[in-house]
């Protein structure tokens, strides 16, 4: 079969390799249809190996050359003996995450996405979103309702992630919410912020264009570039009693953008960080403490938001797929969707690679 492979750094190749044989025990073979690329991805490509094992796994054994994509849906082609909650035939959306399922401290507790041991399909596991086909666990797929779209199938995964990071922050019915960054992670919490019931948004982002898209998809937001007007002197000035927002949500894995959620959220606020930060960044604590603020993690996602968050894209609640600025075939990926995302002055947000074709 086809597939894009991580060799190392700026090295992608689409390779012809020997497919995933019969399912075993516990296992799906799934035809994969789209998978998008994430900023994980391109981290890789740019910057890589990170999350590439540079030795075996040690749970799952996978190592390079790996087979990319995450972010992914397909059909069911086959099942293993005793899998019971899908069939050949079958829609689904891919949950990446791999892990021990018992005997692991945080996988006994349900907190699989925090084991110690964690992979995930298209980084740490043999098979992955970008090729023809992916030999998955059981757990790792999810059924989708006749409503949604193969297209949207793959964006249940970052869907999850922002979600994720809303329920982080406690969002709720009537709140005041910045995110920092309007990349598709970014805009995607705008979208569930929303769907959440978050009154009045605000996305803060140094391109332009980016605060232009996002502003089409939701006309009464707040866009912010910081480097024309502090955000926090915006959110102020636009909230109840100018004390600042309820939640901010770092999207970005920068610096300022993090120090502009601290200087925005109000007292009691809660700040949330999503986006990886490359090296250790400061940020303000005498106003983490003046402030009386909460600054939370959100790694990933609890592996039992899938059948939520398709209910959330099905339901037209969250639509994901407004995120998508660019669909292209598998033998373009590099040129047209790695090189064109990592374009400082591109224009594009998420892009979809087609593997119906």
Known sequence: MRALRFHAARDLRIEDIQAPGEPAAGQVLVRNRFVGICGTDLHEYAYGPIFVPKEPHPFTGAHGPQVLGHEFGGVVEAVGEGVTSVRAGDRVSVQPLIMPRAGDFFADRGLFHLSTDLALAGLSWAWGGMAEYALLNEYNVEKIPEEMSDEEAALVEPSAVAVYACDRGGVTAGSSVLVTGAGPIGVLTLLAARAAGAAQLFVS??????????????????????????????VRAATEGKVGCDVAIECVGNEHALKGCVDAVRKQGVVVQTGLHPHENPIDWFQVTFKDIDLRGSWAYPTHYWPRVIRLIASGHLPAKQVVTGRIGLDRAVADGFDALLDPGGRHLKILIDLTN
């Open 205 to 234: 982002d140094i391109n332009d264009a980016r605060l232009e898209f996002t502003s089409s998809i939701l006309p009464d937001i707040t866009p912010i570039n910081p480097g024309r007007s502090n955000p926090g002197d915006v």
